[in-house]
């Protein structure tokens, strides 16, 4: 059986949140959807309610129905379940923390507060968080670096932390590879055993040459499978055919995260329909989705990667 940080490698999916025409939560098309990533042998498990999972759009009870639901599926399928939260405050965190004890949750992903980036922050501050939510529960918890400068841990306080006994995991998507490339050699200098999962979309197969143990992508919504095919050579440093996984999916990433980023979602959830796996492709205001026209690009793209054709269309 492999230990509980081991559990925490591989490729993992924030999987979105399906809406139905009214704009509630879509029971049964997040059921069918987590089911379906779930059941792929190149996927170790779910994110909940993250980002992509429009987490700050959602109520807290609507996090938990779904935290529920993508859990129980986890489970069923031996995958792991990574619920993610955004507390504001180490009251606030460790009431969550407390809740998600009692359901079925494997990990959990913390956003940092906004306090880490008012200003100048003492380090010891990000450190104390964790040292007192780590008292509070023996849920392995999982740091995520946003892509949001002021937020970000160097990579001494990244060590500090990992040394906590259950923080199991680090999402690290700063999209800076120099600051990437810093963690994970400092980490390897510790010999930490926190696993490092690559959020960089921008330089996946890289991750791997550099130490990743894994990815936790929302890209990973869409292609899942070859997503998976480009972990599974990276984990086992063919980095070659990692890379050549990661051009044949590079126009498909850049129409998904195209500008407006906020979009994402949209485009991810058109494919998921076009797919069959959700039923529709609503999202929350203050999104406002994509045009008729943009969905079109986007479906003719992914047919084109379905048939084995999307690198050629991607060079003409």
């Known amino acids: 059986m492999p230990s509980l940080h081991e559990r925490f490698s591989g490729l993992f999916i924030p999987h979105v949140t399906p ?31 993250a980002r992509i999972g429009e987490s700050p759009v959602l109520s807290i009870e609507e996090k938990r129905r779904v935290y529920e639901i ?27 923390l407390r809740d998600l004890e009692n359901i079925p949750v494997d990990g959990v992903m913390i956003f940092p507060p906004l306090l880490f980036a008012w200003g100048k922050v003492d380090p010891n501050l990000k450190v104390r968080f964790f040292e007192d939510l780590a008292r509070e529960t023996k849920l392995p918890i999982v740091l995520f670096q946003i892509p ?40 390897e200098r510790d010999k930490a055993e926190m696993r490092v999962l690559t959020g ?24 899942t499978e070859k997503w998976g095919a480009l972990d599974l ?30 979009e ?15 039923e529709t492709t609503l ?15 986007l479906i003719d793209n992914y047919n084109l990667l379905k048939n084995n054709k999307f690198r050629a269309a991607a060079n003409q």
């Open 233 to 262: 050579a990276g984990r086992a440093g063919n980095f070659d055919q990692a890379a050549a996984i990661q051009n044949e999916l590079e126009a498909l990433k850049e129409l998904v995260f195209s500008e407006p980023i906020v």
């Open 70 to 96: 993508s859990g129980k599926v986890a489970r069923e399928a031996g995958k792991v379940h990574i619920a993610t939260i955004a507390p504001q405050s180490t009251d606030e965190a460790v009431a969550l």
């Open 200 to 223: 960089n979309d921008r330089f996946v197969a890289e991750s791997y040459e550099m130490g990743a143990d894994g990815a936790l992508i929302g890209v990973a919504n869409v292609a």
């Open 148 to 187: 949001v400068k002021s937020f970000y841990y160097d990579p001494a306080t990244i060590c500090r932390i990992a040394g906590l006994e259950n923080v199991v995991a680090f999402k690290e998507a700063s999209f800076d590879i120099n600051l990437f490339r810093d963690t994970i050699q400092a980490l």
């Open 283 to 297: 999202v929350r205001r203050p999104q406002l989705g994509i045009s008729d026209s943009e969905k079109k690009q």
């Open 264 to 278: 994402a979602v949209a485009r991810i959830k058109v494919v998921l329909q076009h797919e069959g796996l959700i």
């Open 19 to 49: 809406f139905d025409r009214s704009g509630a939560i879509d029971v049964e098309s997040l059921n069918r959807l987590t089911a379906y990533f779930a059941s792929l042998p190149g996927v170790a498990g779910l994110v909940s309610c």
